[in-house]
């Protein structure tokens, strides 16, 4: 692809921000990679300033730089073409979409897809071999269904939405268009719902659905259980990651990730832009209000406000938590401080 | 269902507690729901007084509510049919029982299912499509087997017992009767044994075996290890979430719940009635004594009291915990403390 | 097997340490277990001295010893033939090889499986029912792939490398030569790749791959995720327990081991012979040196150098952390003696 044209493409899609563009060759370029990887003739990015060492260094043709003249200059003294943009992350994401198309098989149904025949099937869809669809489901237009995977009876898929390879979908779970459904997840599975009683376990059925609502992702073998009655919902575009586990009756608002491991137990309730990171836990009912954060394997047990940064188990604001684990690695010291003014006061009366 | 019918159904079942019903108009009730979403029609229940604004406030026409004299005048009042129990979980529970079935496929063995000569299959059984079956494999009677399921040889399943989508049961395991393997659990795979020498890890073979009880049920995607030699067992009724790692060597005993992404390393022995709450992890030969809890995240590195309840990580007894988390909190300002007093001190002298 | 041809077949196969072999009958084994498990007939072994009393009760006929005299009498008194080495568990792990060979299926093509004639299979190979194999994979020499595994297009996979049943690896994944993936992993999958913006989430296609190296064992339901650009690397013979996480981008060293439920963020880099214990998060970018170590739950969140013990989250060296947690558990007593210090200072004054 040829440099005006790449400024061509991606300043039409990313209108809100300018893209103050240097002069340059017009190079043809074919292929992006890490600006520590990019060869001759590749595209790369940096995020800030503080990566300008490897601008000295790389052997890209072209460069997404942050706005930043110091950059600027150090890119066309070394002959590399390059854009500017207040979001190089952003630029360069949309780049990577104009050189690289994930596979995606053509519309088709293959011959060892078992379907059940009382089944809705829309236009231009892939199902591939080994699928399973039980009775009384409904495929949207469009959609992609690896293979190995085996869909329940009475499920709802929407328009484009992509399963991946050997994932689950259970009875009666509705997912909206454009999610995708990352291999081996689970959506829709019977919730962990046991009554104790003198003679054990009694279990309560799992009567109720999952819904997932358009442009959801579902990492690869995470699971989101269905609740004895009601839904368990997630909401318009949150992004779930891999071996996530999603209890019974929870409800996930828009927009949320929540990363790599990450458990809600039953009945919690995440409001909307919410960022869980990695092995995060939170117990059952706890709400999460909008914005919140949750850093790296913070516990929560009670709600958390909407905008407010937790950290640790049981969570309390990051700021307070930072401090304490300041304070936590002088604890041997501090020890020996109490004890020596124990003695120097014993010593005075 | 007609109100009368209920009440019959549910003291038949439930017989060691006392139900006592009110007077009310036989109605049909045609459906069940959580007390804040169930319609006109539908039966609901409230667990305690806590919830008593609830009642004000349902479209429900029927509810099971605890044994309180304050709620079942609330709900006459408001003309809904109602009876109490002391233990109103578990009858809600029962009730979902009658209004909802879980999906259960007729007899059969599909066509596409690929099922060694050499297997003896029960009575009334379930094989859907593209499930595989090896050599030297026993069903009992009434299994249900769902699509993409994998069992490798010499696998004992018990009667009644179901395993969900993409489960894979690996040799020589033997699950009891009535257990139920959830989609894409992992059930007797090779334990993680690796011996370091001065070349690198040598590879100890895991000959043992995976042995389930009866009526026990293994979430969505967790997987239980066999050892080298010996077993790994989880004794009757025990339940476990999704994403639970049981490793190679462990004995679960009878009745325990593991909530979700709980993990037990080699060798652990875990008494009876134990509960671990999510993401919990117990250390190798850590023996966890009957009726002992873990809450969520906590760390187990050595031996738990039977009965005991354990916090934190390295765990200790919750009572304690609770006093520390408290006093953690305020560890910056007891820091403040120590230095002022270190200077009053310092001034005196 | 004779004790003798034991004997024989040991000292071939761990030449560098020397079996110091006592006069025995030269009986027939029949079998391997634990030593509180082994009948009349079994081997069995021991790791230390600690362990002295099984040898006392065992109904083993063979034992492996530590190099220790008074254990090697107290088996010869109890007339248990037995063999002493100062490595008895890498022994052991050689005998259950002798007794015990893994389920491994002849080489052969089950007519249910999919193949895409686009592609390379090698010598005596195993492929499963029901699996699926897509354009541009190229199979090696003596692989072994059990049913239900799916191959996207354009993987290469090395020789004698097993697939177990319902894996999934992803498009132009590169895995090595002798590896073993467990069932239900997901390789190279689509990296958790979201850029925010004013509008939401922009999703970042993963162009990158993921590569395995020679050795690798990935554990059940454990996921690799590629990269938006470049590669996720796990290097040669390192093994991963089951539902570890890896992210995009990272770097595994050599003959490292990952405990059950690790997970790894986006673009960590980790050197050689790596321990990392159960549950163990890291952050993203963070590096980890050669031979260092992290504890179980370890929270992992900067730097970590070469040859470190760290545990606690966030992680801290382990010999502070030890300080700390024992100062930990008498927190509430500190707490009174500086309230106590305080009144005392006070009514000094």
Redesign the interface.
Known sequence: MKFSELLKKLSASIT?HSLNTAESTDLELWG???ID?AEAGMLSYIEGPKFAAYVEKTAASALILPVDETLQTQATQRGIAWLSTP?P??V???A??L?????RPAPSI?P?A?IDPNTTIGDQVYI???V?IQAGVTIGDGVCI???V?I??DVQIGSRTIL???C?I??RSQIGADC?I???A?IG??G????P??E????????GVTVLED?V?V???S?I?RP???ETRIQK?T?L???V?I?HGCRVG??C?L???V?L?GGVVVGNQVIL???V?V?NQAKIGDKAIAT??A?I?SNVKAGEIVS???A?PNK?YL???A???R??E??K??KE??R??ND??
Not at 99 to 103: D, G, I, R, V
Not at 192 to 195: A, L, R, T, W
């Open positions: 809100q992006i990679d890490a990887r979001q992350r952003l360069f994401a949309e990577i979409g050189f690289y198309q994930p596979f293959h060892s078992i591939g071999p080994h399973v690896h293979p190995n085996t329940y009876p991946h390879a050997s689950t259970h009875e995708v990352h291999s081996g689970v599975a019977e962990f719902g046991f009554v009683t003198a054990g376990w009694f279990k309560m059925q799992q009567s442009g992702e990492g690869c073998n699971t259980d004895a009655v009601g575009n992004k990651d891999n071996l586990h209890g828009e927009n990730a990363a790599a491991q458990g137990a990171a990695g092995q836990g117990a790296a394997q516990g047990h640790d188990s049981p309390i307070l401090k304490i684990s304070i936590r690695k604890l041997p501090i020890y401080t109490i003014l124990q120097q006061l005075h009366q």
